[in-house]
């Protein structure tokens, strides 16, 4: 294969925004299929709660102003959901509290991940934005990022090592130093790069990344649509073993949720994948 494109995303795993914009990230692996390499940078969107309470939180005491942020925090996931349809549920959401302020947590169990297993960090980072966003646990308490790593496969004694030994704190930093010297200020956002080329990118469509891939290629990258059969869907679960309906409708191109039932229908009868329900969706989840 020749050149690949690299696409980093700058982001937060608390990001709503980034959870939304999964099925782009599913389409372009189906359509531009080993052409591109994905890479990820934590940019640590929360410091501390409090840079983001308004004054009347604020004003309260500091456990009723939290509690106060997390409900408008919840509207504003809420308010996120439409941009793709990836469920998101706010039921119970309690991400933050007066012992865990910040987004810091999540960010540093990415870097405990890649350090524990390079090839699980994705895989983790998304089952940690499924965990926060579907299943409203708070995730920014310890115990609770270490069942996420025993989710994904990763050793949970090696990774809680990461978190203390100050190596996920080391790997941070770099991409902290990284996100700064770019420039960026507003999450997500999306570097593109390919033969001495980047662009950068802010955007909640598909088609601007392929149109951005268009330009950064010369138009020699082309976007091909994926052949939506038994096997190529149980190809795709490998890498992605638990998925939404929505993201394998936009992976292969269908014109509704239905179509993406009868595909996975196959392989539920032969044992191989459970629908997973969810609030305001459904997920396809690979049997161990």
């Known amino acids: 294969m020749s050149e690949k494109i690299i696409i980093t995303t700058f982001t937060d795993p608390m990001m709503g925004l980034s959870w939304e914009c999964e099925p782009i990230f599913r389409k372009l692996e189906t359509h531009f299929t080993g052409q591109i390499e994905f890479r990820t940078v934590m940019a640590l969107l929360v410091r501390n709660v409090r840079d983001f309470m308004t004054p009347d939180e604020l004003a309260l005491k500091p456990v009723e102003g939290i509690r106060r942020y997390n409900a408008r925090l919840a509207k504003i996931y809420e308010s996120e959901e439409p941009i793709s349809g990836m469920p998101i549920n706010m039921t119970k959401f309690?991400?933050?509290?007066?012992?865990?302020?910040?987004?810091?947590?999540?960010?540093?169990?990415?870097?405990?991940?890649?350090?524990?297993?390079a090839d699980k960090a994705d895989w983790f980072l998304y089952n940690l934005r499924y965990a926060t966003i579907v299943d409203c646990r708070p995730t920014t308490e310890t115990d609770e990022l270490v069942n996420v790593a025993k989710t994904t496969g990763i050793d949970a004694d090696a990774f809680a090592r990461h978190?203390?030994?100050?190596?996920?704190?080391?790997?941070?930093?770099?991409?902290?130093?990284?996100?700064?010297?770019?420039?960026?200020?507003?999450?997500?956002?999306?570097?593109?790069?390919?033969g001495g080329k980047a662009m950068l990118l802010r955007s909640f469509d598909y088609q601007d990344f392929a149109s951005v891939i268009s330009q950064l290629t010369n138009?020699?990258?082309?976007?091909?649509?994926?052949?939506?059969?038994?096997e190529t869907l149980r190809e795709f679960l490998r890498e992605h073993p638990l998925i939404s309906f929505i993201e394998l409708r936009e992976?292969?191109?269908?014109?509704?949720?239905?179509?993406?039932r009868e595909l996975v229908q196959p392989l539920i009868e032969r044992g191989e994948v459970n629908i997973e329900e969810a609030y305001h969706g459904w997920f396809v989840k690979v049997k161990p």
Not at 225 to 230: D, L
């Open 94 to 117: 309690c991400l933050f509290s007066m012992e865990q302020p910040s987004s810091l947590p999540l960010n540093l169990a990415y870097h405990a991940a890649r350090l524990t297993g």
């Open 163 to 194: 978190l203390r030994d100050g190596s996920a704190e080391a790997a941070l930093s770099k991409d902290l130093r990284l996100t700064q010297s770019m420039g960026i200020h507003s999450l997500p956002a999306y570097l593109l790069q390919y």
């Open 219 to 230: 138009g020699t990258r082309k976007p091909q649509s994926a052949a939506p059969t038994g």
């Open 251 to 260: 992976a292969f191109d269908f014109a509704d949720t239905e179509t993406v």
